[in-house]
């Protein structure tokens, strides 16, 4: 089960708003993914900016966001017309077939 899976299923499970809890679980991964980011910078760094990568880098970082940003919006406007019932029978069916397939 993913983070954002967790976040929305417990929050669902205690009474709150679907938009609500969908845009606290991808707002919870922003300070994950930032920390990764900075870390994997910290770790990379002399090989980043040796190579004259710095503008290839920041490119990367707004498309990845204005990217992230739709998806978030786009996934907003979707919950607010439907809910999880498909996607959970969906994961059972992939969990089902997953353990007679692989696991047995």
Do not use: H, W
């Not at 040796?50 to 990367?60: E, T």
Request: glycine content about 8%; charged content about 10%.
């Amino acid at each position: 089960m993913s983070r954002s899976a967790a976040t929305i299923i417990g929050g669902s499970a205690i009474g709150i708003s679907r938009r609500t809890i969908v845009e606290f679980s991808f707002l919870l991964a922003v300070p994950t993914m930032l920390a990764a980011s900075v870390l994997e910078l910290v770790k990379g760094q002399a090989a980043i900016f040796a190579n004259g990568q710095a503008g290839v880098l920041a490119l990367g970082f707004v498309v990845s966001f204005v990217t992230a940003v739709l998806a978030i919006k786009s996934f907003v406007a979707f919950i607010k017309r439907r809910d999880f019932t498909a996607f959970g029978l969906y994961r059972i069916a992939v969990a089902i077939a997953y353990y007679f397939l692989v696991v047995a």
